[in-house]
């Protein structure tokens, strides 16, 4: 692969270690390709995916003077299993690749069982995608799936693209165990399969609602949230979401577990509707979880605040004395501030009491490194209203 020289303005300390570098910082790039030797003052200053388009001219891979290739690929995948099975203790489903965070520029790669799903969004890595793919073949996997269609990709001038790249058997279902329940898992579902992120929050949440009546899932997609409340003894969990096939693994999943199949009521429609609907049927909760997609996909917050003020509100009239409220935001322009910012607005119309019991984050398997704070993007509170 030819290798570009590219020297940047400034030096070092301007830099540190953060993993993007924007074009207006570039003082002259020598050659044609994507995979770049980056020199500040003269100096070695690391190996970087090239976009000769982007206002993102250059993300790094590495520190050392390398290329991209399949055996890189293969030590980065060994790391990022050491950390996750063997320091956090994940087994069978975790996010191997959280992008920059695991230097994988825009390569995210969750594991299920014995194969994985990648979502490529940086232009490096589309490029240099046999590279990735002859990596996960050379760690033993027996099968990779992949599901680029990120609004991230768009950014970098990418069109989707979706397919298998290997399989050894007919794949159509995934079974994984994650905290002692069996999850089927949809590939060329949503996302990956899973929102693995919130697999530390669905225990949470799930040990802190233990034994409630009736608890309402919001968003549930195929139940993570469901089937931790159904662990927990939670008698009786309502499940919305616009997704029907997603409710119909919801329903596999509870009876694959073992739990009878009327504890879970399914309603495939939209929240807002349905949170309408039972106010006026005057049905009530003792637990209610609110797991939205994204509602700010930019720096534009304001309509995420109106989306989170009517979620709030109508979680309080629904919610009885003393009920739990767990919420969450996915996008990470909106930050804690916003979410207990609305909260307290629709409290203060309502005269109810909201405590917070736990503040949430995005599961350990997607890292934050320091130099690169916007890795952070999924938040949540679990409070108890009077
Ligand atoms: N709680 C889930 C993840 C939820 S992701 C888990 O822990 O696994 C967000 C979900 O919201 C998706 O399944 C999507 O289909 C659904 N969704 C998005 N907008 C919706 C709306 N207005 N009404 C109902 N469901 C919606």
Same mark, same amino acid.
């Given at each position: 692969?030819?290798?570009?020289?590219?020297?940047?303005?400034?030096?070092?300390?301007?830099?540190?270690?953060?993993?993007?570098?924007?074009?207006?910082?570039?003082?002259?790039?020598?050659?044609? $390709?994507?995979?770049?030797?980056?020199?500040?003052?003269?100096?070695?200053?690391?190996?970087?995916?090239?976009?000769?388009?982007?206002?993102?001219? #250059?993300?790094?891979?590495?520190?050392?003077?390398?290329?991209?290739?399949?055996?890189?690929?293969?030590?980065?995948?060994?790391?990022?299993?050491?950390?996750?099975?063997?320091? #956090?203790?994940? &087994?069978?489903?975790?996010?191997?690749?959280? %992008?920059?965070?695991?230097?994988?520029?825009?390569?995210?790669?969750?594991?299920?069982?014995?194969?994985?799903?990648?979502?490529?969004?940086?232009?490096?890595?589309?490029?240099?995608?046999?590279?990735?793919?002859?990596?996960?073949?050379?760690?033993?996997?027996?099968?990779?799936?992949? &599901?680029?269609?990120?609004?991230?990709?768009?950014?970098?001038?990418?069109?989707?693209?979706?397919?298998?790249?290997?399989?050894?058997?007919?794949?159509?279902?995934?079974?994984?165990?994650?905290?002692?329940?069996?999850?089927?898992?949809?590939?060329?579902?949503?996302?990956? $399969?899973?929102?693995?992120?919130?697999?530390?929050?669905?225990?949470?949440?799930?040990?802190?609602?233990?034994?409630?009546?009736?608890?309402?899932?919001?968003?549930?997609?195929?139940?993570?949230?469901?089937?931790?409340?159904?662990?927990?003894?939670?008698?009786?969990?309502?499940?919305?979401?616009?997704?029907?096939?997603?409710?119909?693994?919801?329903?596999?999943?509870?009876?694959?577990?073992?739990?009878?199949?009327?504890?879970?009521?399914?309603?495939?429609?939209?929240?807002?509707?349905?949170?309408?609907?039972? #106010? #006026?049927?005057?049905?009530?909760?003792?637990?209610?979880?609110?797991?939205?997609?994204?509602? %700010?996909?930019?720096?534009?917050?304001?309509?995420?605040?109106?989306?989170?003020?009517?979620?709030?509100?109508?979680?309080?009239?629904?919610?009885?004395?003393?009920?739990?409220?767990?919420?969450?935001?996915?996008?990470?322009?909106?930050?804690?501030?916003?979410?207990?910012?609305?909260?307290?607005? %629709?409290? &203060?119309?309502?005269?109810?009491?909201?405590?917070?019991?736990? &503040?949430?984050?995005?599961?350990?398997?997607?890292?934050?490194?320091?130099?690169?704070?916007?890795?952070?993007?999924?938040?949540?509170?679990?409070?108890?209203?009077?």
């Amino acid at each position: 692969m030819p290798r570009i020289r590219v020297n940047l303005k400034g030096k070092p300390s301007d830099y540190g270690l953060h993993p993007w570098i924007f074009r207006d910082r570039v003082k002259g790039v020598i050659g044609q $390709g994507f995979e770049a030797a980056v020199y500040v003052k003269g100096k070695f200053f690391g190996s970087a995916f090239y976009n000769p388009e982007g206002k993102l001219a #250059l993300r790094f891979y590495s520190r050392d003077e390398e290329d991209f290739t399949a055996g890189l690929v293969y030590s980065r995948i060994k790391r990022a299993r050491y950390e996750r099975e063997k320091i #956090l203790g994940f &087994k069978n489903a975790y996010r191997l690749f959280f %992008a920059e965070a695991d230097n994988m520029p825009g390569i995210i790669a969750d594991v299920y069982g014995r194969g994985a799903v990648i979502q490529i969004s940086s232009y490096g890595a589309d490029k240099l995608r046999r590279e990735i793919v002859e990596g996960f073949r050379m760690a033993g996997y027996r099968w990779l799936y992949e &599901k680029s269609d990120s609004y991230a990709r768009r950014q970098e001038g990418l069109e989707p693209y979706e397919g298998w790249h290997f399989y050894d058997e007919e794949i159509s279902h995934v079974w994984v165990e994650i905290n002692g329940l069996k999850f089927r898992v949809p590939i060329g579902g949503q996302k990956t $399969g899973m929102y693995l992120d919130q697999r530390l929050n669905w225990e949470i949440v799930g040990r802190t609602m233990r034994g409630r009546s009736r608890v309402l899932d919001a968003f549930s997609y195929t139940g993570g949230f469901t089937l931790h409340l159904l662990k927990y003894g939670v008698e009786k969990v309502v499940a919305i979401d616009e997704d029907g096939d997603a409710l119909g693994i919801l329903r596999e999943n509870v009876e694959a577990n073992g739990f009878h199949k009327k504890t879970v009521e399914t309603f495939t429609a939209n929240v807002f509707d349905m949170l309408d609907s039972f #106010l #006026l049927a005057h049905e009530r909760f003792d637990g209610i979880v609110l797991d939205p997609p994204a509602f %700010a996909k930019g720096r534009n917050v304001s309509g995420a605040r109106r989306g989170y003020f009517t979620l709030f509100d109508r979680a309080l009239r629904l919610l009885d004395e003393g009920g739990l409220l767990a919420v969450f935001s996915c996008s990470r322009h909106i930050g804690f501030d916003l979410l207990e910012g609305e909260m307290t607005r %629709a409290a &203060k119309r309502l005269l109810r009491e909201v405590k917070i019991l736990y &503040k949430l984050h995005q599961s350990p398997d997607h890292p934050v490194p320091v130099y690169f704070p916007d890795a952070e993007y999924l938040r949540g509170f679990l409070a108890i209203v009077y």
